[in-house]
Structure formats: structure tokens, C-alpha cells
């Protein structure tokens, strides 16, 4: 009933900056938070950031400084912002979304994108 979409990422090199977005779709009531995970090879899933539906943000500490969550409410959409890219930075990145949607009755909702590559080169 509600789906993620992710678009964005690809290939850039160190010191690069890239945007991927996230665009939530169905009978979506109301989405609370929204945030970006991303998966290494041979890691497990981490949290990027999150950012609520007033727009409170949250950053990983790798993160902090060089990546900017923000979402536009009246879209469905969330966007991550990267700069300064490190080889490290390298990894899956999925967005993740939680709300309630109608079925008609309002149901809660966590659902997860398809996720987008993000390649870093050194």
C-alpha cells in the first residue's frame, strides 16, 4: 500500500558530492519519520540520519558536517545531500519511512526502498 521509490547515486570521486532522493507513494494518511541506512559489502545495515515530520534531524557521527537530510512534506519526499565523499561512504543506501496509511481504516506503515548504489573512488 505504500511504497518507496530511492533515485539518485552512482559513481563520484573522493571530495565529490552527490544527491539521492526517496519518494514515498499509495494511500499514504501521514508519514512520521523518514531516514537513510546504508550497507557496506560485508557490513550490516547503519543509519545515515533520520529526520521527523517537523523536520528534527539526526546524524550519524561519520556523517555530521558533510551530509544534509532534509524532506519535503507536501511531496512524500526526502532527500540526502553528500559532500566531501570518502571511499568509506561507499555502500547501498536504502530509505526507510514510517506512518499510516488508509486501507480505508488508517494502518501503521514501516516500509523500505529498493535501495541505490553509491560508489566512491579514490
Known amino acids: 500500500q505504500v511504497q518507496l521509490v530511492e533515485s539518485g547515486g552512482g559513481l563520484v570521486q573522493a571530495g565529490g558530492s552527490l544527491s539521492v532522493s526517496c519518494a514515498a507513494s499509495?494511500?499514504?494518511?501521514?508519514?512520521?519519520?523518514m531516514g537513510w541506512y546504508r550497507q557496506a559489502p560485508g557490513k550490516q545495515r547503519a543509519l545515515v540520519a533520520t529526520?521527523?515530520?517537523?523536520?528534527?534531524?539526526n546524524y550519524a557521527d561519520s556523517v555530521k558536517g558533510r551530509f544534509t537530510i532534509s524532506r519535503d512534506n507536501a511531496k512524500n519526499t526526502m532527500y540526502l545531500q553528500m559532500s566531501s565523499l570518502k571511499p568509506e561512504d561507499t555502500a547501498v543506501y536504502y530509505c526507510?519511512?514510517?506512518?499510516?496509511?488508509?486501507?480505508?481504516?488508517?494502518?501503521?506503515?514501516?516500509?523500505w526502498g529498493q535501495g541505490t548504489l553509491v560508489a566512491v573512488s579514490s
Open positions: 529526520i521527523t515530520s517537523g523536520g528534527s534531524t
Open positions: 526507510n519511512a514510517n506512518g499510516t496509511f488508509r486501507t480505508p481504516f488508517l494502518r501503521y506503515f514501516e516500509v
Open positions: 499509495g494511500s499514504i494518511f501521514s508519514i512520521n519519520a
